[in-house]
């Protein structure tokens, strides 16, 4: 038998390959409705009005309407969203999730080369509604342990200024060694916009990522306080004439950070100013020509902000304590409009309601970008 023997050239070119959605009904439009996830909580009121009333399984048919625009997916009628149904003030979290196999890859998993990249809409578009929206994604072990840090989007809502059209949040990450599951999480969470909760989530996908060949290895990063910590490893770096590490603020427009040492694996810290961060490597061959890595994304860990308020219900005063950093405390009615607020820059403050009407509110306290929201009932009995 006439054997035939090829040779290959290994040119460390980063290639990305078009990938298969690993997302069961990833646009909530499969029958039965709901197919593919499991509800975890949804509201416990019936939605009685049109278009909510024919919400099943986390779904709903919006009707087109400014509260109940189409969907993202076809952007025409008789397209299907993922909806949490209709609840009373200050419930939640209400959850959808599903959970995805991934011990198939198991190897380049293990081995810390197997990227995943992670894609889905949420749209708000109820005018001034302080019902908020994220997404959640878990990589986990066997044993259903998570394994390093999860990726949470930003909660979306329309009253702290997301808009109302359709936003994307992705993210790109290599897998942890011992993940086999990837469980993604819809999330929301109402206040005092009831019954509807007006967050919609379409189009989600979850795919791999295949670099050819694997000239890296890995490329990782953390937070530390204000630090970003990176490291990689590469499997032939005298092939290259060049490494440089570059960063971003918008996961766009790239600037360079370094240029880095020739060796198969280094380190570097950077304390950026900037929240949210996105890095790359960019490889520079003999030939002038130049290829990149995946983009990782470095979220700096901040304090956590805090208050208290007394008394509560309240009359007349009402005092805050515990205030963290300088910001701004709002009192929102159970219209979602601001009746009330002032600038904070101690560690306590004293705020006179005597002139607010009765009732059920939210004391809205935002600092560095950060916002807590806690109940307060005024009540003159």
């Known amino acids: 038998m006439k054997k035939s023997i090829f040779t290959f050239t290994v040119v460390i070119t980063l290639i990305n390959l078009h990938a298969q959605n690993l997302v069961i009904n990833p646009d909530a439009e499969s029958l039965p409705r709901g197919t593919g996830w499991t509800v975890l909580s949804q509201g416990a009121l019936t939605c009685l009005l049109v278009p909510t009333n024919n919400m099943v399984n986390w779904t709903m048919k919006p009707n087109g309407t400014a509260n109940y625009p189409y969907d993202h997916t076809t952007g025409a009628t008789g397209g299907t969203v993922f909806f949490p149904g209709c609840d009373t003030y200050f419930t939640g979290p209400f959850e959808l999730e599903q959970i995805i196999d991934v011990s198939a890859d198991s190897s380049s998993i293990d081995a810390g080369s197997q990227l995943y990249d992670f894609s889905g809409y949420i749209q708000t578009p109820v005018s001034n509604q302080t019902d908020i ?149 960019k490889f520079s061959h003999a030939d002038g020509s130049s290829s990149y890595s995946h983009i990782i994304t470095i979220k700096l860990k901040q304090q956590p902000i805090t208050i208290s308020i007394s008394p509560n219900p309240a009359r007349d005063v009402l005092n805050i304590t515990g205030i963290s950093c300088p910001g701004n405390i709002s009192l929102i009615n159970s219209s979602g409009i601001i009746v009330l607020t002032a600038g904070v820059n101690s560690p306590a403050a004293r705020l006179d309601i005597a002139k607010l009407p009765q009732g059920l509110y939210i004391a809205r306290y935002s600092c560095n970008g950060n916002t807590i929201n806690t109940k307060l009932l005024v009540s003159r009995q």
């Open 133 to 281: 929206g994220r997404f959640v994604v878990d990589f986990m072990n066997s044993a259903n342990t998570i394994l390093g840090a999860s990726y949470r989007s930003d909660w979306q809502s329309n009253f702290d200024g997301s808009g109302t059209a359709w936003q994307q949040h992705s993210n790109t990450r290599t897998a942890p060694a011992g993940t086999r599951k990837v469980r993604i999480k819809l999330q929301t969470q109402l206040y005092i916009n009831q019954p509807a909760i007006n967050v919609y989530f379409d189009d989600i996908s979850f795919s791999k990522t295949s670099v050819v060949p694997a000239g890296l290895i890995a490329f990782t990063g953390n937070s530390n306080g204000n630090e970003s910590n990176l490291q990689w490893q590469l499997a032939e770096p005298v092939l290259y004439t060049k490494i440089e590490l570059e960063r971003s603020t918008d996961g766009a427009h790239f600037n360079r950070l370094a240029t880095l040492s020739a060796g198969s694996a280094g380190k570097f810290k950077d304390i950026p100013t900037a929240e949210k961060n996105y890095y790359r490597l």
